[in-house]
C-alpha cells in the first residue's frame, strides 16, 4: 500500500491536480466525495484494481484529458456499489 500512496500523491502532485467535490446523486440521496477520498479508495483496491486505475490515469494524463471526469466516474461507481 505504499507504494500505491506514494504513486497516487506523486502523481497528483506533479500534474497539480486540485482537490474537488464530486456530488453524486443515487436512490434518493446525495453522497459528496472529495479528491482526496478517492485518493484513498485508490489506494485501497487489489494490486490488479490500482493498476487498471493507474494506466488510466497515465493515459488521460498523455491526451491531455481532465482526471476529474474519471475520478468523478470513480466516485459514482463507489457510491452505486455501495449505498
Do not use: C, P
Amino acid at each position: 500500500m505504499k507504494f500505491k500512496r506514494k504513486w497516487i500523491d506523486t502523481f497528483f502532485s506533479e500534474k497539480d491536480i486540485a482537490n474537488m467535490s464530486y456530488v453524486i446523486s443515487h436512490k434518493g440521496q446525495t453522497h459528496i466525495l472529495s479528491t482526496e477520498v478517492i485518493k484513498e479508495l485508490i489506494e485501497s483496491t487489489s494490486d490488479v484494481e490500482f493498476e487498471v486505475i493507474k494506466k488510466q490515469l497515465i493515459k488521460i494524463d498523455f491526451l491531455n484529458g481532465d482526471v476529474h471526469n474519471f475520478l468523478k466516474s470513480l466516485a459514482e461507481s463507489y457510491v452505486k456499489s455501495n449505498f
